[in-house]
C-alpha cells in the first residue's frame, strides 16, 4: 500500500506583493514594480495645474475688480495723484482715527490706482482714503513701528478720470459730509484738470446720486469759489445760509465780489469765526447801503403852492410803503428792483441788465 505524502500550510504571503525592488514572481525575468499607472500621473498633473491656473484667475480677476486687499508701503503712494476735495482737516478728528488705528489698526482699506513710469518711485496714486494714509504716516512718524509703514489699500482701475474723480467724491460722501463749498471747489478744480468739458458737466458728473435742490446749491457756491478762493482761509466754515446769501449779493452787485476780494486781503484772520464775521459784516453793509446816485428828491416848488406830499404806494400783496421807506426786492433771476419813493428814484440792477432789457423798457414806457 503507498505511502500517504503530507502536505505543508498555505503560505498566506505567497500571493501578496514583492518587497519594493521585488517582482511577486521571483526570477530574472521579472518586471520592475510599478506604484502608479502613467494615465494616472498625468491626469492628476493636469488637474493640479488646471486649479492652479483657475486659482491665479481668480485672484487676478479679484484685484482687477478692487477686491483684495494689499498692503502698500506709505512712501509708494502719490496722495496729490487727483486734486483732493477736502480742504481742511479737523484736528480732532485726526487725533480720534489715529487712536483707533494704535489700538484696533487700520480697519478701512483706502483705494489706489497703479500708476505707470513715475521717475520718483510713486507706483500708486491716491483715489480715497487721505484721512486714513494721513494718519497712518503721522503714526509711522512719531512711533516708527513697522505695522504703520504699510496701508491696506483696494487697487481700483477706473474707466476714466472722470470716474476716479467720482470715486472720490461718493467715498466722502458716504463717510464724512463735505461743506457746500468743498464740494463746488472740487467741481471748479476737476474743470480746470480738463477732467469734465463744462462746469454744468461737471456738477452732474459728481453729484448725479444728489436731489437736484442739493446740485443747484453747490452750483451756486462755484461763483463762491471763483471769486473768492484765493483769499478766503477757511472757506469749509461757510454755512449753507450764508453762502447762497453772498452769492447773490455777487449777483446782484456787480462790484461786491471785487469789494468783499480787498477787504478779505487788508484784514489778518486767524480763526474761521475771525473770517465769519468779517463776511457777514461785508454782507450787512451791502445790504443796507443806499441806492448808487443822488437820491435827493427832485421836486419843483411853485411859489404859490406848497409841496404834494408823496403818496403812500402798496407793494405786492397790498402793504403800503411809507414815503421814506426803501424798497428792494428780487423780481426776476438776476434782476432787482431798487424805490426810493421820497426820491422819486426806481433802480433795476443785477445781471440781467442789459440792452435788451433797455430796449423793451423805452417800448413799454412809450406805450404805457
Request: proline residues 5%; glycine residues 6%; negative net charge.
Amino acid at each position: 500500500m503507498a505511502k500517504r505524502k503530507r502536505l505543508s500550510p498555505a503560505q498566506s504571503g505567497y500571493l501578496s506583493g514583492a518587497p519594493e525592488g521585488k517582482s511577486a514572481l521571483a526570477g530574472p525575468l521579472a518586471a520592475p514594480a510599478q506604484t502608479t499607472a502613467p494615465i494616472a500621473q498625468v491626469a492628476s498633473e493636469a488637474s493640479s495645474h488646471a486649479a492652479l491656473q483657475e486659482l491665479s484667475e481668480v485672484l487676478q480677476t479679484a484685484r482687477a475688480r478692487g477686491l483684495m486687499i494689499e498692503e502698500i508701503a506709505l512712501d509708494a503712494i502719490d496722495e496729490t495723484h487727483l486734486v483732493r476735495d477736502r480742504i481742511t482737516q479737523d484736528e480732532d478728528e485726526m487725533a480720534a482715527l489715529m487712536s483707533s488705528i494704535r489700538s484696533r489698526g487700520q480697519q478701512t482699506p483706502i483705494e489706489v490706482v497703479p500708476l505707470q513710469g513715475r521717475l520718483d518711485g510713486k507706483s500708486w496714486g491716491l483715489i480715497s482714503g487721505w484721512r486714513r494714509l494721513s494718519a497712518l504716516r503721522r503714526l509711522y512718524t512719531e512711533d516708527s513701528e513697522p505695522e504703520f509703514a504699510t496701508v491696506k489699500a483696494l487697487v481700483i482701475r477706473p474707466e476714466s478720470a472722470e470716474a476716479a474723480y467720482v470715486a472720490m467724491v461718493e467715498e466722502n460722501e458716504i463717510r464724512v459730509n463735505l461743506s457746500h463749498y468743498e464740494r463746488a471747489r472740487i467741481a471748479v478744480r476737476a474743470l480746470k484738470e480738463g477732467v469734465f468739458p463744462t462746469q454744468k458737466k461737471a456738477l452732474q458728473g459728481l453729484f448725479a446720486n444728489a436731489p437736484r435742490a442739493k446740485r443747484s446749491k453747490i452750483g451756486s457756491f462755484v461763483t463762491l469759489v471763483e471769486a473768492l478762493d484765493a483769499v478766503l482761509y477757511f472757506p469749509a466754515a461757510i454755512s449753507e445760509k450764508l453762502g447762497l446769501a453772498l452769492v447773490r449779493q455777487m449777483t446782484e452787485d456787480a462790484e461786491f465780489a471785487e469789494r468783499l476780494t480787498i477787504s478779505l486781503q487788508e484784514n489778518a484772520r486767524s480763526t474761521a469765526a475771525e473770517e465769519l464775521t468779517l463776511l457777514n459784516g461785508a454782507l450787512e453793509a451791502a445790504l443796507n447801503a443806499p441806492l448808487s446816485g443822488d437820491l435827493e428828491p427832485d421836486i419843483q416848488v411853485h411859489p404859490s403852492t406848497e409841496p404834494q406830499a408823496t403818496p403812500r404806494l402798496r407793494q405786492p400783496g397790498g402793504s403800503e410803503t411809507a414815503p421814506r421807506e426803501r424798497i428792494s426786492m428780487q423780481v426776476a433771476a438776476g434782476l432787482r428792483l431798487g424805490f426810493a419813493p421820497d426820491a422819486q428814484r426806481i433802480e433795476l440792477s443785477g445781471a440781467g441788465v442789459d440792452t435788451v432789457l433797455l430796449e423793451d423798457l423805452k417800448l413799454w414806457l412809450k406805450q404805457r
